[in-house]
């Protein structure tokens, strides 16, 4: 049994051999492929595969995994409905006051607070895990603000700014950059963004 985590992550040459595989896998082999649905897919490896979706666990089941009815409510959200997610989240040291620190940093959207963004770029930077979180929370606002836009040209904006944080974390894994790389690069976008929809406003 192997199991590839996650498919999503494939370069061209990757696939193509995960391809060669599929086409001739060996004798007594369970071949199970993982995909997060943030990338397409090759068709000729996905009309090898049988598919098997997933939901997202509902918020009373993720509670009832850990086992603890004291869970912050953005962190719940920013899982994804993950267990696994939601417990490294709520067991990262700091987590909390990093989201408290970006959303002050954008209170008065799209201005953004100067003095708070250092504070939260030296917390983003802390590990991986305040890296992912920062993502979520950035993804989740620029998805929350597209919706929320009468403008289309507006919501296009918020769209292709998530597509461009989606992109700059998976190239940022690819690549190892360090940490306080890709917190500027986040808080970059943020910036853009900003500087962006002030001059439509």
Known sequence: VAIVDSVDELNANSANALLKTLEEPPEKCLLMLI?????????????????????????????????????????LVLCEGSPGRLREMTALDGGVELLRDLKAALVDWPGISAHRMPSAMAKISKSELHLELASSFLAKKFSDM????????????????????YNVRTKARRLNLDLAEQSSQLLGLVRDLSNEMRATA
């Open 146 to 165: 597209a919706q929320s836009e009468p403008s289309s040209d507006s919501r296009s904006l918020y769209a292709s700014y998530w597509s461009r944080l």
């Open 35 to 75: 995909h997060h649905g943030s990338a397409s897919l090759l068709p000729t490896i996905r009309s090898r595969c049988v598919k098997l979706n997933f939901s997202r666990l509902k918020d009373a089941d993720l509670r009832a995994c850990l086992d603890d009815a004291d869970i912050n409510e953005e962190l």
